[in-house]
């Protein structure tokens, strides 16, 4: 397996706000072949989310407080969202801490806030654009989905155009970038004609969304379910809907997109204690609200952040007070390497992130405006920075080979003045061979 990565021109918020209304210049240094992946130079500039947090445990260790500086941040006013009454998904938190005897990983905040089936942020409605809480750059400009299609198409032109490729996409929000890539590429029938288009979206609103967006047409006999197969009339392709990439059937080479999709998983946050690493937690305080607590014994987690201490340099550990791991993202990016590697083809994963690791980026973003991570779970988005280390040594990992073909380009193709926070990504099959622009 070979793994390719460029780094692309960041804006500084980590969702794109809609005040950023400049078109995506993101893709300029892609086309322009920069091959270059940048770390960045400083760990704390993420927004996070201010707290004081007592240590629990009892022991005889003196209370640690933790202060975190949001001067830097938005501050909404009074907490005016504050709900009157207490919302179904806190109820439902609440439940969960109370059942369980004690508090969540931050990790099981953040799924069940996104994604629970039936309270959770992205399941019942469109959350992008003006009138939503971001927006993404597939929204901000058709020229987006355009130059992934163009990436596709050579990535295919690469595999010696396959007759039949799994185009995979993750977490596609509204289908845009899907829809622009397919009116950008329609006039290649060849192309088009190979594409079986597979849609990995858990919000059965977003997926209804993307069919109209798609222009999805229903044909042939209803399966033993009852469910006719859909055509997209942009292109004829098939378009088939998942909420896990595992469903997408496998045995025909396969190409996976995922922009925006990893920062949505879930993360583990560990701060250092006068104990080592503890997992910060959410709880149930005295006066009934969410709060954020540290565990007061090692959790299942930290094998996972013992993992990725081992993908650093001790120095770069040393500095950190808190870090942020995402066993979703490594679970995931195992997943998409070891398809990839049976079946051929490749992936493009684009998000915010760092080339490092990451210490406090978890956010919250309402209407366009960050607020408190805890405050009125389910109508704000979180999100958290991809830490693409992890995901270049996993893919690496699942390669098989023993070595680490990981290329970074030679350091003389190194852009001056890059963004350090928008990153790519790519992991394709070695038979093929390093994709456009990543050579
Ligand atoms: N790629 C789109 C949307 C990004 S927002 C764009 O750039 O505009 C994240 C998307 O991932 C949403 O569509 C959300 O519903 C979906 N999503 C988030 N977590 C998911 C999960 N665990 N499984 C499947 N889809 C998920």
């Not at 070979?2 to 500084?12: C, I, Q, Y």
């Not at 020229?143 to 992934?148: R, S």
């Not at 399966?223 to 859909?230: I, L, Q, R, T």
Request: with cysteine; aromatic share 8%.
């Amino acid at each position: 397996m070979l793994l390719r990565k460029v780094l692309l021109r960041g804006a500084s918020a980590s969702r794109l706000l809609i005040s950023n209304k400049s078109p995506p210049a993101s893709l300029l240094p892609l086309a322009s072949g920069c091959t270059r992946f940048f770390s960045s130079s400083s760990q704390s500039e993420g927004p996070n989310d201010g707290f004081v947090a007592g240590q629990e445990g009892g022991d005889e260790q003196p209370p640690a407080t933790i202060t975190v500086d949001r001067s830097g941040l938005y501050h909404p006013p009074d907490h005016s969202h504050e709900p009157t009454t207490e919302s179904e998904l806190v109820k439902h938190l609440k439940g969960i801490i109370k059942f369980r005897g004690g508090p969540i990983s931050v990790a099981e905040y953040m799924e069940e806030v996104l994604t629970n089936p039936k309270f959770g942020f992205y399941i019942n409605r469109d959350v992008f654009g003006a009138e939503g809480d971001f927006i993404t750059s597939p929204e901000v400009s058709q020229m987006f989905g355009e130059m992934i299609g163009v990436w596709v198409m050579c990535l295919w032109e690469q595999m010696g155009q396959p007759k039949k490729v799994n185009l995979v996409e993750l977490g596609p929000g509204r289908g845009t970038l899907m829809a622009d890539l397919l009116r950008g590429t329609a006039k290649f029938k060849s192309f088009t004609d190979s594409m079986h288009i597979h849609m990995v979206e858990c919000s059965p609103v977003l997926q209804k969304l993307q069919h109209q967006n798609l222009k999805c047409e229903k044909v042939g006999n209803a399966d033993e379910n009852g469910e006719k197969s859909s055509v997209t009339s942009i292109t004829g392709s098939p378009v088939t809907w998942y909420s896990s990439l595992e469903q997408v059937p496998s045995g025909s080479p396969t190409i996976i997109l995922a922009h925006e999709f990893y920062d949505a998983l879930p993360i583990h946050q560990f701060q250092r204690s006068s104990r080592g690493w503890s997992e910060k937690m959410v709880d149930v305080g005295e006066d009934s609200k969410l709060r954020f607590v540290l565990s007061p014994q090692p959790t299942p987690a930290t094998l996972y952040l013992m993992k990725r201490c081992k993908w650093a340099t001790e120095k770069e550990v040393e500095s950190l007070k808190q870090i942020e791991i995402c066993p979703k993202a490594i679970d995931l990016t195992h997943t998409i390497a070891q398809r990839i590697s049976s079946d051929g083809g490749g992936a493009l994963i684009i998000d915010y992130g760092l080339n490092g690791v990451i210490s406090d980026s978890l956010q919250a973003i309402r209407k366009h405006k960050f607020v408190s991570i805890l405050d009125d779970p389910g109508s704000a988005d979180l999100s958290a920075y991809v830490d693409f280390p992890s995901l270049k040594h996993t893919a690496e990992e699942a390669s098989g080979e023993g070595e680490a073909p990981f290329w970074e380009g030679p350091d003389e193709l190194a852009p001056v003045g890059m963004g350090t926070r928008y990153l790519a990504m790519a992991i394709v099959n070695k038979k093929q061979g390093a994709p456009v622009p990543f050579q």
